[in-house]
T-cell receptor, first 112, second 116 residues
């Protein structure tokens, strides 16, 4: 079992729709969770960080964390073509507070 | 505030050679981490430096090494290059202060290494 798993996609949604990206992790001791966006040929860009159970909203983005289910998700409301990218879930495993472990990413395409 | 910078942006080497990549963190950030990204393995942690000391190391062979200078700039070196070392090498900086907890990491543009 991989330490961090994401649906590889690709995921396609129409413009204006809600895109839902999911991530599960295996280490119950994980403390910190991040979502990065990576455009083709570019480096990862931080979108959200979340540390506590529940929802965290930032503009059109909402991160959701459920530590009991070992599940973290990212919702993108009013999706735009410019949101088309690969979304990477990253987790710090217990005992490695400054080492990010990444999922394989979900490729999102927002159709005009 | 300027972001993380990496040089060079692109590099072509041949098998057996060695390479040195450079990273300048965001001003005030003292922690630098290195990652390798390949299509097959995704993003993998190489190592982290803080206060000129390696604090954590990923599962890579000893051919991969690094160092950090007093101004927090960091270099990583790969010796005896192999074809499989072709990858995007990413540097990330964070404002780690030496205590516990996690600091958000911000990535530089990366160095694209091609080994022929």
């Amino acid at each position: 079992q991989k330490e961090v798993e994401q649906n590889s996609g690709p995921l396609s949604v129409p413009e204006g729709a809600i895109a839902s990206l999911n991530c599960t992790y295996s280490d119950r001791g994980s403390q910190s969770f991040f979502w990065y966006r990576q455009y083709s040929g570019k480096s990862p860009e931080l979108i959200m960080s979340i540390y506590s159970n529940g929802d965290k909203e930032d503009g059109r983005f909402t991160a959701q964390l459920n530590k009991a289910s070992q599940y973290v998700s990212l919702l993108i409301r009013d999706s735009q073509p410019s949101d088309s990218a690969t979304y990477l879930c990253a987790v710090t495993l217990s005992g490695s507070a400054r080492q990010l472990t990444f999922g394989s990413g979900t490729q999102l395409t927002v159709l005009p | 505030k300027a972001g993380v910078t990496q040089t060079p942006r692109y590099l072509i080497k041949t098998r057996g050679q060695q390479v040195t990549l450079s990273c300048s963190p965001i001003s005030g950030h003292r922690s630098v981490s290195w990652y390798q990204q390949t299509p097959g393995q995704g993003l993998q942690f190489l190592f982290e430096y803080f206060s000129e000391t390696q604090r954590n190391k990923g599962n890579f062979p000893g051919r991969f090494s690094g160092r950090q200078f007093s101004n927090s700039r960091s270099e990583m070196n790969v010796s005896t290059l192999e074809l499989g070392d072709s990858a995007l090498y990413l540097c990330a900086s964070s404002s780690r202060t030496g205590g516990g907890g996690t600091d958000t990491q911000y990535f530089g543009p990366g160095t694209r290494l091609t080994v022929l």
